[in-house]
């Protein structure tokens, strides 16, 4: 069974940048579409960006022009370069599949951004 851990969170000012990262324990980034997903207290766990096995990406409106999703199939790993933040982007995050499987989900990485 294919294990995601992701990393990368922390604690970041409004307008700084952080860069997750998500490391599959075997490859299968170049199958399954991918995607990042986020969870703020309170409120359902939403898919802010997604990235087929073609390199294809796409946003949600609430992250597009500030968000990148990217890859490393030779390192299994997905990305999720994060600039200009905002205190509403404060939430755990999680990679998962897109549509996601529950097995996949890992323990997330809390983002916090402060005003």
């Known amino acids: 069974q294919v294990q995601l851990v992701e990393s990368g969170g922390g604690l970041v000012q409004a307008g700084g940048s952080l860069r997750l990262s998500c490391a599959a324990s075997r490859n299968m980034f170049n199958i399954y579409v991918m995607g990042w997903y986020r969870q703020a207290p309170g409120k359902q766990r939403e898919l802010v960006a997604r990235i087929t096995s073609g390199g294809n990406t796409d946003y949600a409106d609430s992250v597009k022009g500030r968000f990148t999703i990217s890859r490393d199939n030779a390192k299994n790993t997905v990305y999720l370069q994060m600039n200009n933040l905002k205190p509403e982007d404060t939430a755990v995050y999680y990679c998962?599949?897109?549509?996601?499987?529950?097995?996949?989900w890992g323990q997330g990485t809390q983002v916090t951004v402060s005003s």
């Open positions: 998962n599949k897109d549509p996601y499987e529950r097995i996949y």
